[in-house]
């Protein structure tokens, strides 16, 4: 059975910095595509960032300078690196993953998502 569980969300003021985690079980994580969306109230769920199962990544650019998406294959967990924090960031982050081979937005493995708020 699959399970990806995020962790490291919080409260943290505007310009700070927070580490998400993702740990995953149940898939071959190495050569599994890595994902993070956040989903702001009465918003649509977005892309923020992925991983392939090589390390080549991508971000969104409003995102872009700020966060950092990474993987550790031997701990089975990807993590998204959050700097420079802005209100607008404030949404529920969620981990994704699938194979790496298929088109990111055909990724059907989800966690149950961590919380980020950004205010002072």
């Known amino acids: 059975q699959v399970q990806l569980v995020e962790s490291g969300g919080g409260l943290v003021q505007p310009g700070g910095s927070l580490r998400l985690s993702c740990a995953a079980s149940?898939?071959?994580?190495?050569?599994?595509?890595m994902a993070w969306y956040r989903q702001a109230p009465g918003k649509q769920r977005e892309l923020v960032a992925f991983?392939?199962?090589?390390?080549?990544?991508n971000v969104v650019d409003s995102i872009k300078g700020r966060f950092t998406i990474s993987r550790d294959n031997a701990k089975n967990t990807v993590y998204l690196q959050m700097n420079s924090l802005k209100p607008e960031d404030t949404a529920v982050y969620y981990c994704?993953?699938?194979?790496?081979?298929?088109?990111?937005?055909?990724?059907?493995?989800w966690g149950q998502g961590t919380q980020v708020t950004v205010s002072s």
């Open positions: 149940g898939i071959g994580f190495s050569i599994y595509g």
């Open positions: 994704n993953a699938g194979p790496s081979i298929a088109p990111v937005h055909t990724w059907t493995f």
């Open positions: 991983i392939t199962s090589g390390g080549r990544t």
